[in-house]
Each structure stands twice: as C-alpha cells, then as structure tokens.
C-alpha cells in the first residue's frame, strides 16, 4: 500500500515556475514507477511525465517537454515535477501516481494515486 500527498500548486503568472512535490508513504518505494498527470475541468485527466523505479528513465507529454522535468529521491520518498515556462493551458488539477511495474503514459499503469494539488497560470 503507497499513500501519495502532493504539494507545491499554486497560482502562477504565464511564464513562471512552480515545483510540485509528492510524498510517499510505504517502504517500496523505490519499487515503484511514478507518474504525474492533470485534468483541467470539463477535460480528461491527462498524462504528463513519468519516472522509472530507478530513475533512470523518463518520459514526457509532447505538451510538456523541454518545460518540465520529473525527478524522484528514493531516499526521502519523494517524486517532484518542476514546471518552467508555464502557460495558462497548464492549469489543472495535478495527481501523483505510483505503479508496480513499467512506467507509462497509461493512467491504467498506476495503482496509487494522490488527492491532487491545483495549478493556476494567469495570463
């Protein structure tokens, strides 16, 4: 069992930075591929990065890449997504996930899932 707390959302102007953060309970941690995805309202929940267990390998959201970059400390337990450049059409609700297996863009993939955190970018 992983339970996932996400932080760091908040309001941005267009062009600004945020850093979300997750935390992570359970000692698998480091077993575990982790996902960030988003759902803007009145849209699907989308994906937007993802992070091996080892952290070696990542994977982004044409959308997001060259803007966002995922890491993870398995040390502290912890998968971060910092956001550059941001743009209104980044605003959503932002979920941390966590899957036993190979990580993916698929929402299906992951078994765990955070309360999410909002992210406002105004133009």
């Known amino acids: 069992q992983v339970q996932l707390v996400e932080s760091g959302g908040g309001l941005v102007q267009a062009g600004g930075s945020l850093r979300l953060s997750c935390a992570a309970s359970?000692?698998?941690?480091?077993?575990?591929?982790m996902g960030w995805f988003r759902q803007a309202p009145g849209k699907e929940r989308e994906f937007v990065a993802a992070?091996?267990?080892?952290?070696?390998?990542?994977l982004y959201a044409d959308s997001v890449k060259g803007r966002f970059t995922i890491s993870r400390d398995n040390a502290k337990n912890t998968v971060s997504l910092q956001m550059n450049s941001l743009k209104p059409e980044d605003t959503a609700v932002y979920y941390c996930?966590?899957?036993?297996?190979?990580?993916?863009?698929?929402?299906?993939?992951?078994?765990?899932w955070g309360q999410g955190t909002q992210v406002t970018v105004s133009s």
């Open positions: 992070i091996s267990w080892s952290g070696g390998s990542t």
């Open positions: 996930a966590a899957g036993f297996g190979t990580f993916s863009s698929s929402s299906h993939a992951y078994d765990y």
């Open positions: 359970g000692r698998t941690f480091s077993t575990y591929a």
